[in-house]
């Protein structure tokens, strides 16, 4: 069976399941639920981010444009995989 398979039927068996099925395949993934990152949700990361903006903004920093940005992370990731 393909995993393309198997995803079809759990999605069917998630939408038909009662409430004790539902929360018995919930706690097999809880740890993996609990334990996703949402940058957006971290205050840290978005004092950083505001940080980072207000110093282009401010002229402080230059930034780079998004082609820069895919150049530079294409050299890095070919100088560690060499």
Sequence with gaps: MTTATIREKLHGLIDTADD???KAV???FEDQIA???D???DEDFLR???SRLDD???GNDEGLSW???KMKARA???AKHK
């Design 39 to 41: 940058p957006w949700e």
């Design 20 to 22: 004790k099925q539902v």
């Design 56 to 58: 282009i903004e401010n």
């Design 48 to 50: 950083e981010l505001k």
């Design 26 to 28: 919930y706690s097999i």
């Design 67 to 69: 082609d820069e940005v």
């Design 76 to 78: 890095e990731f070919k």
């Design 35 to 37: 334990e996703k990152y």
